[in-house]
């Protein structure tokens, strides 16, 4: 639907699919941007747990024909929506995953707003030279966060996943732009300046850290995607150091922002978005101190 077409209609179909997602701070930040823009936006959490191939399709269809302006799309589903879509932008299609679902004249256009969000995050620590910087994690956040560095012009990026073949395919993803993969941790965090964690680890319920708080010194500053909770195990370690963090939160919003422009062609106020994001994030906190 085209900009006139959205200011007319007054109407905004939007939502998230992925597992779990109950504690996401996006239907928020997507209905206090559609409001102030004029628009009566309703933003839909779709949880599946499990979904195969056929279970996503499903879903996509029911997206297509329900009048959905798009979808995000989250953990666990970035990289297996891919083939199902009609259409890929080039920098999703650079690096195989998906976040943002666009439906145009029934046609499911994939972008991926986790790289336009997290450069504009991550700007503010990065160096003008001698960045060296540790990603965690080569899923879909991370492919996203690789990208975005890269975009940056950082050279120097190790890249550690659980899974080696996971993270050997995203270094040839993307050469020739001075990327490795890390034996270990402790190989990726060898002299460098950054450490982005691109992982679900520490997402709560989950209390666990990528990275072991030996490993964090005073000199290293600390960025962690996941914001449930701001404050990971990771922060916390790090902060313990005496690093700099860089909580998800940012990400979070301009991520959203980015997504937000692409359904509706209307430019939303991140300063709005970023409001509704931390009243989701007081009452949230304020709920599990009390239980």
Known sequence: MSKRGYAASKKLLTGLIGAPIAHSASPAMHERAAEALGLRGHYQLIEVAGADAAGLRLMLEGVRRLGFAGVNVTYPYKEAVVPLLDALAPGAASMGAVNTVVVRDGRLTGHNTDTTGFARAVTPLLAPSGNAIALIGAG???????????????ADIRIFDSEPARAEKLVAMLA????RVAANVE??????TGLVNGTPVGMLPNRD???PARLLR??????????????????AAAREKGAKIMTGRDLAIYQAADAFELFTGLAPSTEIMG???DAVMAARSAAYQAA
Do not use: N
Request: proline share 8%; no cysteine; aromatic share 8%.
């Open 140 to 154: 879909g956040v991370g492919k996203a966060i690789a990208f975005a560095l890269t975009s940056q012009e950082m």
């Open 176 to 179: 020739p732009r001075g990327a």
């Open 187 to 192: 190989d990726a965090l060898d002299g460098a």
């Open 209 to 211: 850290t990528p990275v």
């Open 218 to 235: 005073a000199d290293l500053w600390v960025a962690d995607a996941v914001y449930s909770p701001l404050i990971t195990p990771l922060l």
């Open 275 to 277: 409001e509704a994001f």
